[in-house]
Each structure stands twice: as C-alpha cells, then as structure tokens.
C-alpha cells in the first residue's frame, strides 16, 4: 500500500491546452476514482501517475518520495487498460505469471502467486487456455491478476468494464470493490460513469477541464455539490438560478423567470443565487394548493420502484421522483397537461458557479 500525493501536476499539449494543475491526495490503502467527462483529464492525470506521460511542473510523491524522474517499471505499479492488452499467444497462467517471471521471481513462488490469484478471481479453470479462449468478463479478471502478480503497491485502472455489458459491468464492479479491500491495495480508478464511481469508490475525484473541482464520497458529492457542474454532471439536483427579491430572517425570496421560491440561506438584494435540489426532494401534485408552483407536465417514465416525471417551469427543466402509483394513474388517466410542484426548505443546497 502507498499514499500518493498529486501537487500541482501539469501536462501541456502542441495545441497549447494542457492538464493541471492537479491537486490530489490518495490514502494509504484507498480505492479513489477520477470521474469527468470524456476529455476532462482523467487517463492523462492516470499516465502522468504511472510514469507514461512526462509531467512538465508540479510534484508527485508516493509515501512522500518524489517519483516524477522514476521510470514506470521501478514505481511498482500494476495497471489494466481499457483494452486489456493480454499477450494472445499465450495461456492465461503464462499471461498474469509474466510479471514475477521478468521480476525473476522463483518457479514456486511465481505458481504459488498465480494460483492465489486465480483462486481470489474465480478463474482457475481457465489457466491452460489460450487467451483467444476465454470471454470479455474473464479476459478482464486475467488483465486484473496480471496487474497484481507482483504485488504492487499502487493497482491503476483505466475504465476497465466500459467494452463489457451493463450486466457483465455490474458484477465485476462487485469483485473488483471486494478484492480492493481484501488485498488493501492503493487503487486509482478511471472512468466517466457516475455509477460505477459511487458504486466502487471510498472517494471520488470530479475533473473538468483538466483541474480537480472536488473531492468527496459519493454520498458527499451527491448531497452537497459544490458548483452547478458537478450538479448537473452527477444529476444529483435540479438547477434553479434567479434574482434575490428579499431577504427577511434568514429566509431568501428568490425569483426564477416568474416563480417565486423562499430558500433559507445568505446573499444581497438584487443578486443572483443559484441552488439545487435532489428529484426524490421534489414533492409533485395534482390537487396541491394554491402556494405550490404549477409547472407543465411533459412525461413520466416507470422506474425500478418509482416514477420519473418530468416538468417545465417556463423552460427550466425539473425532475421529480415519486413512489405514488395512484398520483401516476391520475395524472395520466386525466391527461393532466401541469401539475403543481413544491419542496422543503432542508433540502435545498445553494451551490457556487
């Protein structure tokens, strides 16, 4: 295991864009994830750590040692790829046996390790097979016993499931959580789904154009994002931005397009607030009084357990959440074209820009 420390870590491009700086801190032991959309930095910071992409500023310590002029294969890293770049001609025991073999580990040790692994990854019955043989899903436990035959300190993976179903996806999020912990291997995980982040992850790093903009668990970054980005990136709020019309004990009189809201909160006459609240927050009705803000009724889509329904309020789109079958039923048996919509004052999060 290692603490991995990120300080100010920059990557430039030929088209003058470039990554960084990064801030980032890993625990001993910790299993962090890199999410952002597609272009925000992720693989690049991944590379930087691993030594494949040179860093032109900034730091990068395991366990406080500088390793920004350590060449990859003396970091003692074990990474997987998107692809999972097995060698095909060979067995699955040769390919996760190849990394003990050039670090000149004995015959026995090397078996011992190789059969551990394939025991801890369910894939023992495949060691004899051509890698040709074997499916996506096993392909990439032998991918991930390879990356940790040697025992590494540090285990980097990059989107590893994204070529596999949602199914196949789900199951091995499972097994590579439980062999993380088991193993307390330093892990760093790249992807851009928000599921298999919260799904997986102690902590999640949210990049957007190449610069960490929080840090946090999933629980955390779902509850209390820190900026609209994250809000609208996780899909963990509503947006609602507008004008402060008044302000009279703690409570903010907020006007959005024609919708008047009171939030708890601070702020000054005539500025502009934006805040955010969960659709599972979103108290929806169709015989609401007349306070509740009326919204026009574009679709309700059946969910696992729930109902998604979405509204508009003049153009701001809303997403609510709700467990009432016989709301759903009448809203669609009466053809309802709006319907009333209100929240509790907890549950608004003010976020920053």
Not at 80 to 88: D, G, I, M
């Amino acid at each position: 295991m290692v603490k991995v420390e990120l300080k100010g870590l920059v990557r430039e491009f030929d088209d003058d864009s470039k990554i960084g700086p990064i801030d980032l801190q890993v625990k001993d032991g910790e299993l962090m994830t890199l999410l952002g959309p597609s272009g925000s930095g992720k693989t690049t910071t991944l590379r930087m750590v691993a030594g494949f992409i040179e860093n032109v500023g900034g730091g990068l310590l395991f366990d406080e040692k500088d390793m920004v002029n350590v060449p990859p294969n003396q970091r003692n890293i074990g990474m997987v790829f998107q692809s999972v770049a097995l060698f095909p001609n060979m067995t699955v025991f040769e390919n996760i046996s190849f990394g003990p073999d050039m670090a000149g580990w004995s015959r026995e040790k090397t078996i011992e390790r190789v059969e551990e692994l394939a025991d801890l990854l369910g894939i023992r019955r495949l060691l004899l097979r051509k890698i040709s043989e074997v499916s996506g899903g096993e392909a990439q436990r032998v991918a991930l016993a390879r990356a940790l035959a040697t025992s590494p300190k540090l285990l980097l993976l990059d989107e590893p499931l994204s070529a596999l179903d949602q199914q196949l996806r789900e199951r091995l999020q499972s097994e590579i959580k439980q062999i993380q912990r088991k193993l307390k291997v330093t892990t760093i995980y790249v992807t851009h789904s928000q599921d298999e982040a919260f799904a997986i992850s102690d902590r999640v790093a949210i990049l957007k154009d190449g610069i960490v903009v929080q840090v946090g668990t999933p629980e955390e970054l779902y509850d209390s994002p820190a900026n609209e980005f994250v809000a609208r990136f996780l899909g963990s709020g509503n947006i609602f931005s507008g004008e402060i019309t008044d302000i009279s004990d703690g409570i903010l009189t907020i006007l959005v397009n024609d919708s008047s809201f009171k939030i708890p909160g601070k702020g000054k006459i005539s500025s502009y607030v934006s805040f955010s609240v969960k659709p599972e927050d979103v108290i929806i009705s169709d015989s609401a009084p007349s306070n509740w803000t009326q919204a026009n009724l574009v679709s309700i889509t059946p969910q696992v357990g729930s109902f998604k329904v979405s509204i508009d309020l003049d153009g701001v789109p809303i997403i609510a959440l709700t467990y009432d079958e016989d709301l759903v039923k009448r809203l669609r048996a009466n053809g309802n074209k709006t319907v009333a919509f209100s929240f509790k004052p907890d549950s608004i999060i003010i976020i920053g820009n």
